[in-house]
């Protein structure tokens, strides 16, 4: 993709990244740490974080196509490289909120379970082991930290990009107004 209505595909793309990965890293941590808010969001979020996925590399393509196409300057080729880092940290919450919901649908699955053979039932192991609070401690931390780095990631590329496209591009006092504005 390499134009969106006359504007470059780069610009309009990332809005959506930058918005959209740091909403799915709080719904991950959410998700891991509320058992009210997991029972309604794991789903969801593991399929905004999926296609924040395969976002990241047509946002980036995109900016790739538009790099070609501008002065090349440090700060360019500086938000160039840390653009390129974005799908690392988009991986993680997606795994992670995969796992969550994973993890919600087997817990959901032995309740019905258990309802449907009596309390005398013995309990299945399950992947995740839903109800073992050390699994829950452990994707919590990890979920704290995946999103820590998706927003350090996001506020890294997004600021370097200001500077690549802002810096000595306005001037400090204001511009002279045309008569009747």
Partial sequence: MTTVNGLPAHILLVHAIVVLLPLAALLLVLSAL??????????PNAILSVLIVILVPITTDAGEWLER???????????????????????????????LWWRRRENLQSQAAETNTGARATRRRTFLAPASSAVTVVLAVMAIAAAGAAFYDIYRIGDSGAQASWQGQFSSSPAPRSPGH
């Fill in 34 to 43: 509320w058992p009210a808010a997991r029972s309604k969001l794991a789903a």
């Fill in 69 to 99: 196409r501008v002065a090349s300057t440090p700060l360019v080729r500086t938000h160039t490289e840390l653009g390129d880092t974005a799908l690392y940290v988009a991986i993680p919450v997606a795994v992670l909120a995969l796992l």
